[in-house]
Structures are given as structure tokens and as C-alpha cells.
């Protein structure tokens, strides 16, 4: 399996729901990251994982919780979202050791809408 | 941090000819370019990218040039056909172990005229 699936595909959520987001990827990279993009910009990176634990945290609101339960398994916690938020959702994930050079491989996104 | 200018924002050009995407980065300890190819309402996916220990890097129709001195690697599609329109994104980090932030640049919409 080479690649990184997400689920689910659309989301529509109230500012008062909680929900999750999945990413899943069998490639046994051990690093695995969330971005944030809105539409004609980059993708804005929001959360590293290294090994199961979190490494970079780019002073993303706390209305966001990251989760890495497994080596394979990467969430996204929801709660409390505004308006604002609305965007597409990426997973990517990377191998990782001495000399790796951090090619990172994307899943399809998931399209959030706030409400 | 890290800082990755793109240019140009917008890109025309006729099917069969050559493009040319610009960027410039700002840490000197970056050595790591990769470029992704973005079509409307998919994921990015890596095309091409290169270390600093080489100046460029050719896969069929796409190249990549790094001159560090300056600071600026460029993307090159040559024979452009109509499934090269996409947006294209640029990005720097400073790599090494494989976690590092990829810093983008802000993105190129190509349109390939037939």
C-alpha cells in the first residue's frame, strides 16, 4: 500500500459539535503530519508527529487536538470550530532516520465546513 | 524562519512550449527543494525535488536547478501538455532525519493553452 487515506472525505460540523478526522498509512513512515489549506494558498502546516509523538506544534488552537494512537494512525479532534476553519484538511506522512531527506507523500484531504 | 518566494503567481502558456517556475528561500541551511504538483480538488503530489549537494535534476519533461548561492531553484516543464495545468508549489526545509517543516512557497497556476 503506497498510499495515505483519509476519512472522511466532507465534514460539516456546527461550532458546538465535536468530531474527528483520520488519516491512515501503511508505508511504515514514522512521521506523519497535519496541514491546514484554504482555497489559492498553500498548505499551512499545523502538527508534526516523529515516532508517535508530537514534535512540532505550530501554535495551533487548542479547539484542534492531534492524536497518533499507532505508527500507522494519525487523528485530528475537533471541537468548538468557527467559521474560520473551514478549509481542506491534509494528512501526509514521511519516512524518517539518518540522511532521509523528508519527501512527504499527501492523502486526499478532508473537506471541512463549519457552520 | 524559514521564508520561500514564488514567482510568477500565474502562468499561460501554449501547449508545446516551456514554463519556467521561480523560487527564492532565505535560510542558507535549507538543503532540501521538493516541488508538488496540485490539480483542482486533489492532494499535492511531489514531482520533483532536489538536494543542495546538486545543482540540478532532470525526470523527462521536468528539471529542476538549485544555485545556492543565490538562494533561488527554479522548476522547468518543457513540451507542456494539458494535463500539466495545475498549481505548483515550491518548498524548502532544512532536512536531514525526514521530520523537518516543509516551508511552501505561495503557489503557480499553470494553464496550458492547446
Known amino acids: 500500500d503506497t498510499e495515505v487515506t483519509q476519512t472522511p472525505k466532507h465534514l460539516v460540523m456546527g461550532m458546538t459539535n465535536k468530531k474527528s478526522l483520520k488519516c491512515e498509512q501503511h508505508m511504515g513512515h514514522r512521521a506523519m503530519y497535519w496541514y491546514k489549506q484554504k482555497a489559492k494558498k498553500p498548505p499551512e502546516l499545523m502538527f508534526v508527529?516523529?515516532?508517535?509523538?508530537?514534535?512540532i506544534n505550530e501554535s495551533v488552537p487548542s479547539r484542534f487536538s492531534p492524536e497518533c494512537p499507532n505508527s500507522s494512525l494519525l487523528n485530528l479532534h475537533l471541537h468548538a470550530l468557527q467559521p474560520e476553519d473551514s478549509a481542506l484538511y491534509l494528512c501526509?506522512?514521511?519516512?524518517?532516520?539518518?540522511?532521509?531527506?523528508?519527501?512527504?507523500?499527501f492523502g486526499p484531504g478532508t473537506r471541512l465546513t463549519v457552520l | 524562519g524559514e521564508n520561500v518566494e514564488q514567482h510568477p503567481s500565474t502562468l499561460s502558456v501554449q501547449e508545446g512550449d516551456s514554463a519556467v517556475i521561480k523560487c527564492t528561500y532565505s535560510d542558507s541551511a535549507s538543503n532540501y527543494f521538493p516541488w508538488y504538483k496540485q490539480e483542482l480538488g486533489k492532494r499535492p503530489q511531489l514531482i520533483i525535488d532536489?538536494?543542495?549537494?546538486?545543482g540540478e535534476k532532470k525526470d523527462q519533461r521536468i528539471a529542476v536547478t538549485l544555485n545556492k548561492t543565490a538562494k533561488h531553484f527554479s522548476l522547468h516543464i518543457t513540451e507542456t501538455q494539458p494535463e500539466d495545468s495545475a498549481v505548483y508549489f515550491c518548498?524548502?526545509?532544512?532536512?536531514?532525519?525526514?521530520?523537518?517543516?516543509?516551508?511552501f512557497g505561495t503557489g503557480t497556476r499553470l494553464t496550458i493553452i492547446p
Open positions: 532536489i538536494r543542495s549537494n546538486v
Open positions: 518548498a524548502a526545509s532544512i532536512g536531514g532525519f525526514g521530520n523537518e517543516k516543509l516551508t
Open positions: 501526509a506522512s514521511s519516512q524518517v532516520g539518518s540522511g532521509r531527506r523528508g519527501e512527504q507523500f
Open positions: 508527529y516523529s515516532y508517535e509523538k508530537l514534535s
